[in-house]
């Protein structure tokens, strides 16, 4: 595949050279060099609502250009707690308890260098966002996994995980523990009852809660709720809810993202951000809480729209031969390898843009023990519904 990193790959410091290039730089490479539909990074290749890009225009042209409030400015500080107040979830003082960052990507990395200490230990469930793994290499942390197993092909029931295994993940060591509902790449959402056991764990051992619900409003079926972690019995005090406005308004490139919670948890992110990045875009900034402010009727669409391309794509990968495991959320679907004639997902992702044009992303790079994933394969919908049209046109060219 593309090689890591070039040449410089040598100089890279002994904590992030195990790592190589992200997975997404290199099958983002991989569809531009074969001309194949990319159904791996997982970003919208649509627009954003018109108004949320005018939102941006307008900001710039009202002159938002100099440094910002390190913690954000305060109009999306302010927008930040008021949605999560009109949606039932915690309330936070927009002032003392929220902080904007780049993207949650950069809130998940700051949540780590700023809480905690070289030996400590972080409960990871794996498949994981490959991010919080770099993350705990560079907070020189080490992580405790947690598998999510799939159910059995075609059973349309979901991941799952053995709430023993959970148990004994937790030490006297455990500072913090990663909690990302709705969760890529499975589609999973959370349940009050699995939060609950988490919950418990966390209170029990004095842990944190570091949540990542960046695609807190994209769910898909009846009956399927998102519940906040910060909202249940002695959570408050010990989690920080971290999101962002690039899944919710298909802006991933815009990166305005943020982390709340109780002061002492905000001011150990702040501790961190104000050297990491110090603060993120202006103009962006005041489109976001814009969008915060103004969104639901988008939402709402862009929920239904995606709901039927998650459909839409399940419908193709199985008349292609995959196994689709059911996604109730996200951008993503997980498919099992079936009876598809690839030794593994790496075969396969490297195989599919070269050979049938579409590229997908092998979900082994999201586990501490690749073999957990290597019959699967995570495919993007949150993509046009032509773009998935063309890669069912070619993913059908599998089954000869
Ligand atoms: N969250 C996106 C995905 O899972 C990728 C983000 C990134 O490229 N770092 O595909």
Redesign the pocket.
């Known amino acids: 595949m593309v090689p890591a990193m070039g040449g410089a790959r040598a100089r890279i410091a002994d904590r992030l050279a195990g790592f190589g290039t ?1 997975i ?1 730089t290199e099958i983002t490479g991989l569809a531009l060099a074969h001309g194949a539909v990319n159904l791996g ?2 970003f919208p290749d649509f627009d954003g609502p018109g108004w949320i890009k005018d939102a941006a225009t307008r900001a710039m042209a009202a002159g938002h250009h100099q440094y910002p409030r390190m913690f954000g400015v305060p109009e999306l500080n302010r927008a930040i707690a008021a949605q999560y107040s009109r949606r039932g979830g915690p309330t936070f003082d927009p002032e003392r308890e929220v902080t904007v960052t780049t993207g949650c ?1 950069e809130a998940i990395c700051c949540a780590f260098l700023g809480l905690l200490n070289p030996g400590d230990e972080v409960v990871l469930f794996q498949p994981f ?1 490959d ?1 919080y793994r770099a993350a705990t290499a560079l907070s020189g942390v080490t992580p405790r996994f947690v598998t999510l197993r799939p159910p059995a092909p075609g059973s349309g029931s979901g991941f799952w995980f053995d709430p023993e295994e959970l148990r004994s993940a937790f030490s006297s060591r455990t500072r913090a523990i990663v909690v990302n509902t709705p969760h ?1 790449p499975t589609g999973k959402v959370f349940t009050r009852e699995e939060l609950g056991l988490i919950a418990d764990l966390c209170v029990r051992h004095d842990a944190v809660a570091v949540t990542d619900e960046v695609y807190e409003h994209l769910f898909y079926d009846p009956g399927v709720e998102h519940v906040f972690m910060a909202t249940l019995p002695g959570m408050r005090e010990r989690t920080l809810t971290l999101s962002s406005i690039g899944k919710t308004f298909s802006v991933t490139g815009w990166k305005i993202g943020w982390a709340a919670g109780p002061a002492d948890l905000t001011g150990a992110v702040r501790a961190a951000h104000q050297f990491v990045t110090f603060s993120s875009t202006t103009p962006m900034q005041h489109a976001a809480a814009e969008a915060l402010e103004r969104g639901h009727g988008a939402i709402a669409a862009l929920r239904s729209d995606l709901g039927s391309r998650r459909d839409e794509l399940a419908r193709i990968l199985g008349h292609a031969g995959f196994v689709p495991h059911h996604a109730p959320s996200g951008y993503f679907i997980m498919a099992d390898l079936g009876g598809l004639p690839f030794a593994d997902d790496r075969e396969a992702c490297r195989r599919l843009p070269a050979e049938y044009g579409v590229a997908a ?1 092998p979900p082994s790079v999201f586990y501490d023990d690749p073999g957990l994933g290597s019959r699967m394969v995570r495919f ?1 919908f949150c993509k046009r519904r032509e773009t998935i049209e063309e890669a069912g046109r070619r993913l059908a060219g599998l089954r000869r």
């Open positions: 992200s997404f990074q997982g990507t966002f991010i890529n992303i993007a």
